[in-house]
């Protein structure tokens, strides 16, 4: 069976993208359009890894990594945000500081999604 990731993000085109991607890439993905619904949605269906973005309405993806880092606290997060504008960039390391284990601003390339997925799923070497 595939490792498992949620993405969640409340432009649609974006999360498709994403998700086209990581299934491109071998992985099983469902996704949220905002923070509730990916919370909820990781209660019933938890994954290996969670992509969230930060601003989003209805639980904003700061939101998402306090509440998972509460009870899954070696859960693997990557923290998006972007387009340009000064405060989604600020909002990263906001994001790394509460417990994202990777930032990405938009727009980045798939291939950097998935080197940071790859290495956040892959276990050390003993």
């Known amino acids: 069976m595939p490792q498992q990731i ?3 993000d409340d432009v649609g085109g ?3 993208l994403l ?3 990581l299934n491109a890439a071998g992985y099983g993905v469902c996704m949220a359009a ?3 619904q990916g919370l909820a949605l990781f209660l019933m269906q938890p994954t290996d890894l969670v992509i969230t973005d930060i601003f989003m309405p209805e639980g904003d993806g700061l939101e998402v990594i306090r509440s998972l880092r509460k009870t899954h606290p070696t859960l693997p ?8 504008r000064l405060p989604h960039q600020m909002m ?4 790394k500081a509460l417990g994202a284990n990777l ?5 980045f390339r798939m291939r950097d999604l998935i080197t940071s997925v790859k290495q956040l799923l892959t276990p050390p070497a003993v």
Do not use: F
């Not at 990263?92 to 994001?95: I, K, T």
């Not at 930032?103 to 727009?107: A, C, E, F, R, Y």
């Open 6 to 8: 949620m993405v969640i």
């Open 19 to 21: 998700c086209d991607g």
């Open 103 to 107: 930032v990405l601003t938009k727009p």
């Open 92 to 95: 990263l390391p906001v994001a």
């Open 77 to 84: 997060i990557i923290a998006i945000s972007g387009d340009g």
């Open 34 to 36: 905002n923070g509730q």
């Open 14 to 16: 974006i999360r498709q």
